[in-house]
C-alpha cells in the first residue's frame, strides 16, 4: 500500500512537471505569435485591438487569458475605446474541438465596459464592425455614409461545424450609451451589471441572470428568463421574470415581471407584460423595434395605479396637485425613438381623488364678476353647511373620467366629467405635453346646494338652469397649476337679459346695475342699455 502510494505521488509530481511544461512552451508559442494573433483579433472586427498580455491557462480546463482588451472605437464616432476589459478569459473544450466543434466551456468578462454612441443621424457605432459576409452585400443594406468592413474567406478552407458556448459570466461590467440623435444628447450609464448565460449554441434556450445597477449604486435590476432556442427558426421566443426598481425620478418599483415575446422580423412582440407597480398592476401587449425607426406599440390595462406616482414617473410638475387610484386603458403608438410624437387613445378613470391647492368650485364662483361677490351669494348662512366644499384648498371628487386622444403632442377630450358631493363639472378641450392647457367647462352645483341657495336669496332663482341647479360656464387657459378658471360671463349676460325681457328678476338686476328703488331705464332704449350696462358689469 505504502508502495503504491509514492508511486501515485510520484505520478501526481510528473504530471504537474508536465503540464507546467507545456503551459510554458504554449506561452512561448503565444508569446512569439503574439503580434500575429492580435492581427487576426483585430481583422476579424475591423478595429484595432490592444492587450497587455496574452497567456495560456490551463487550470480550471485549457484557454487563454486576455489582460486589459482594449477594441477601438469608429473615429468617426469616439477616440475612447468601443470596449475594454480587464481580462477575457476563454476555455475550450479539446474532447469537442476533436469532433470539428469549436467546444467554448465558457467565457469570462471581467469588468467590461461597452460604449454605444448613436450620432445625430441615427446611426450607431456598432454598425461599422466587421460583417460576417463578403461582396456588395455587406455594405447594401448599410448607412449611406458608413463602410462595412469585411475579412476575407478562403472558400476552400474547412467549414466548423458548428459552435457551443456552455457558460458566459459577466463580472461588474458596465454600459455606456450617448444619444446624440437627441438634443441635449442623453446618456444613460449602467453599472455593477453581472450577467450568466448557459448553453449557447445548443439546440436548448439560452438561460439568462441578469443584475445590474441602472442610474444607481447599487443593483436594482434582477431577471431570469430564457431565449431561444435561436437556430433554425426566423422566431425566438423569450421569457423574463423579475422584479426592477428603485429607478427613475419617482423611484418606481416592478415586482412580480413577466415577459412572454418573440423576436422576429427586427421586432420585439410582446403577448404578455405583466407586474405589479405603483400600488396598482399592469396588464399590456405590444411591439418594440429592435433597428430603424419603426413605430413601437402598447395596449393594455393599468389597474387601481396611484395617481400622484403616475404622473411622478415623467417628473411632472402637476404629479404634486393631483393624487386618487386610477384605471388607465392604453392604446398608444409612435415612433420608438420620438416618445413625444406618440399617439392613440387612453381611457382614464379616477376614484376617491384630490387636485391639491385649487378649489375649483370656490375658483369659479368667486370670479363672477361683478356679482355682489360669493360672500353675498353664497353668503354666511350657506357656506357653514358647506364648509368642507369653501374652506379647503383643495377639491375633492368621487370620480373623474376623460377619454383622451393623443396626438400632435396634445392630449384631446370632448368628455371630461368630474362628479363630487356637491357639484360636477363637464369640460373639453386639450393638454399639451408641455402642460400648456385650453378646456372649456361648465360647474354644476348639486341640487341641494342650489335649493339652499334660492332659500337664502330668493333672487338666485334666475342664475339657476332648467335643472333648477346653479350651472356656470368657463373657460381655463394657461399653464396647468398656474392658470385660474374664468366664468363665461356671456352666458350670464344672455341668462340675466332673458330674465329681464320676462319681467323677472328686476330687483337681482337693480342690485347688479346700483339702481335705487326700482328705477327702470328709458323704456325705448331698454334691450340695448341693458345689454350695454351688462356687459360693462362683466367687463366685456
Not at 29 to 41: E, G, N, P, R, W
Not at 383 to 411: C, M, N, V, W
Request: net charge neutral.
Amino acid at each position: 500500500m505504502r508502495t503504491l502510494a509514492i508511486a501515485a505521488g510520484v505520478t501526481a509530481v510528473i504530471g504537474l512537471a508536465l503540464l507546467l511544461g507545456v503551459a510554458l512552451f504554449a506561452n512561448r508559442i503565444v508569446a512569439s505569435h503574439h503580434d500575429d494573433i492580435l492581427a487576426a483579433v483585430q481583422k476579424s472586427v475591423g478595429r484595432p485591438v490592444s492587450i497587455a498580455a496574452m497567456q495560456v491557462r490551463f487550470w480550471g480546463g485549457p484557454g487563454v487569458r486576455l489582460d486589459q482588451l482594449r477594441i477601438a472605437d469608429d473615429p468617426r464616432f469616439s477616440r475612447e475605446p468601443f470596449v475594454e476589459a480587464a481580462a477575457v478569459t476563454v476555455r475550450v473544450s479539446l474532447g469537442q474541438a476533436l469532433r470539428g466543434i469549436v467546444g467554448v466551456t465558457s467565457i469570462a468578462l471581467k469588468q467590461p465596459v461597452l460604449h454605444l454612441i448613436r450620432d445625430a443621424g441615427g446611426h450607431w457605432n456598432y454598425t461599422t464592425l466587421t460583417h460576417p459576409c463578403s461582396g456588395p452585400d455587406c455594405t447594401a443594406n448599410g448607412p449611406a455614409h458608413i463602410m462595412r468592413v469585411s475579412a476575407a474567406t478562403d472558400e476552400a478552407a474547412p467549414l466548423v461545424a458548428r459552435v457551443a458556448i456552455d457558460r458566459v459570466d459577466v463580472d461588474d461590467g458596465t454600459v455606456i450609451l450617448d444619444d446624440r440623435s437627441k438634443q441635449p444628447t442623453q446618456s444613460v450609464r449602467t453599472e455593477h451589471i453581472d450577467v450568466t448565460l448557459r448553453h449557447i449554441g445548443s439546440n436548448q434556450p439560452i438561460t439568462v441572470r441578469l443584475d445590474m445597477a441602472i442610474q444607481r449604486t447599487a443593483h436594482n435590476v434582477h431577471l431570469d428568463g430564457s431565449i431561444g432556442p435561436i437556430g433554425g427558426t426566423p422566431t425566438i421566443p423569450i421569457r423574463v421574470d423579475g422584479d426592477i426598481g428603485p429607478l427613475g425620478p419617482g423611484d418606481v418599483r416592478i415586482s412580480n415581471l413577466h415577459l412572454v415575446a418573440t423576436a422576429a422580423d427586427a421586432f420585439l412582440r410582446m403577448s404578455e407584460l405583466n407586474g405589479d407597480t405603483l400600488g396598482g398592476s399592469f396588464a399590456l401587449t405590444g411591439q418594440y423595434p429592435l433597428a430603424g425607426d419603426a413605430d413601437a406599440a402598447l395596449k393594455g390595462q393599468l389597474t387601481h395605479i396611484n395617481l400622484a406616482q403616475l404622473l411622478a414617473v415623467n417628473g411632472q410638475d402637476v404629479a404634486k396637485q393631483m393624487d386618487g387610484a386610477a384605471n388607465v386603458a392604453l392604446d398608444l403608438h409612435g415612433p420608438s425613438s420620438a416618445p413625444n410624437l406618440v399617439s392613440g387613445q387612453t381611457v382614464v378613470d379616477v376614484h376617491d381623488g384630490v387636485i391639491k391647492d385649487f378649489n375649483v368650485a370656490d375658483e369659479v364662483l368667486s370670479r363672477i364678476s361683478g356679482l355682489p361677490g360669493v360672500a353675498t351669494l353664497v353668503s354666511s348662512n350657506i357656506r357653514p353647511k358647506y364648509k368642507r366644499l369653501f374652506d379647503e384648498h383643495q377639491t375633492r371628487f368621487d370620480t373623474l373620467h376623460a377619454t383622451l386622444e393623443i396626438g400632435e403632442q396634445r392630449l384631446r377630450s370632448n368628455d371630461i366629467a368630474i362628479i363630487a358631493s356637491d357639484f360636477g363639472i363637464k369640460a373639453e378641450g386639450w393638454m399639451g405635453f408641455d402642460r400648456t392647457a385650453d378646456l372649456a367647462g361648465t360647474l354644476q352645483m348639486s341640487k341641494r346646494f342650489s335649493d339652499d341657495l334660492v332659500s337664502d336669496i330668493k333672487e338666485a332663482k334666475y342664475l339657476l338652469n332648467d335643472n333648477g341647479q346653479l350651472a356656470v360656464p368657463f373657460r381655463l387657459r394657461g399653464k396647468l397649476g398656474e392658470a385660474k378658471p374664468t366664468p363665461d360671463s356671456q352666458y350670464l349676460i344672455t341668462l340675466l337679459t332673458r330674465a329681464v325681457g320676462r319681467g323677472a328678476a328686476q330687483q337681482l338686476l337693480d342690485g347688479l346695475l346700483g339702481r335705487k328703488g326700482g328705477q327702470q331705464p328709458d323704456n325705448g332704449a331698454q334691450p340695448n342699455s341693458l345689454e350695454k350696462s351688462l356687459r360693462n358689469l362683466f367687463g366685456h
